[in-house]
Nanobody
């Protein structure tokens, strides 16, 4: 079955960096667009960024632009989220999602076919 497994979360001070990874199995990774979302208690999961199956097109939430970078390695079935200049408001559970490459809306939470279990990111002030 399809599995998406996030890793790389943890506790970091404001201004620091983390690199999240999402390893996929059970699907043909190179035919899926991938997204990163985050969620805090009581709020809906929100878009952070996404990358098309080719790796050449990326999208970012305004809150992530200039600080976060998404990349993917189709040979390793893995997508990454490099997060720099972290702020306390970035504290959340981060999830990766997979959407079959059909030119869909990668900003839309419910357009994704599969989700991982999430990894906690905590940024202390």
């Amino acid at each position: 079955q399809v599995q998406l497994v996030e890793s790389g979360g943890g506790l970091v001070q404001a201004g620091g960096s983390l690199r999240l990874s999402c390893a996929a199995s059970g699907l043909t990774f190179s035919t899926y667009d991938m997204g990163w979302f985050r969620q805090t208690p009581g709020k809906e999961r929100e878009f952070v960024g996404a990358i098309r199956w080719t790796g050449s097109i990326t999208y970012y939430a305004d809150s992530a632009k200039g600080r976060f970078t998404i990349s993917r390695d189709n040979a390793k079935n893995t997508v990454y989220l490099q997060m720099n200049s972290l702020k306390p408001e970035d504290t959340a559970i981060y999830y990766c999602g997979a959407q079959g490459a059909r030119g869909g809306n990668l900003y839309y939470l419910r357009a994704y076919d599969y989700w991982g279990q999430g990894t906690q990111v905590t940024v202390s002030s």
